[in-house]
């Protein structure tokens, strides 16, 4: 997603101002330091400045976007490396453990092989309310 560039209303402004104080007079000095020269020097600084910063949020973003890349493509040789040193040793073994893998050994085993017998009652409430206004709960 690219970053939103930034577009100066003040700068628009000024430069419109600009174009109508020269339509007045091309050498317009209104006194104190204030002159179209100076006004039309700053508006430039400010353009050359704004273009500065929206040609670094474009840089921005191609990095970004280069790191993105450069991310999936390390976790995709993440995950081949560990595939690689499970097919070379084996995934029960020690290699395979040390390379980050949980080896078969000692994975835990999920509930679907345990028998409804090992396993904790569960109890499940759910509460209904009648035409009184009474409730009642119902576990099973």
Do not use: C, W
Not at 38 to 45: H, V
Not at 92 to 110: F, H, N
């Amino acid at each position: 997603m690219a970053r939103r560039k930034r577009s100066s209303p003040v700068l628009e402004k000024a430069v419109r101002r600009a174009a109508g104080m020269n339509s007045i007079e091309r050498n317009l000095d209104v006194g104190n330091g204030l002159t179209l020269r100076a006004f039309s020097t700053l508006i430039e600084t400010m353009r050359t400045k704004e273009n500065a910063y929206n040609s670094a949020l474009s840089n921005v973003d191609k990095l970004y976007s280069e790191m993105l890349q450069t991310e999936r493509e390390l976790g995709d040789m993440t995950e081949h490396m560990l595939m690689g040193v499970g097919a070379k040793y084996g995934k029960s073994s020690i290699e395979y453990g040390m390379a980050g893998g949980v080896p078969k050994t000692q994975r835990r085993k999920g509930l679907r092989g345990e028998s409804s017998s090992s396993q904790q009652p569960s109890f499940i409430a759910s509460v209904d309310g009648n035409r009184n206004g009474n409730k009642r709960v119902a576990t099973s």
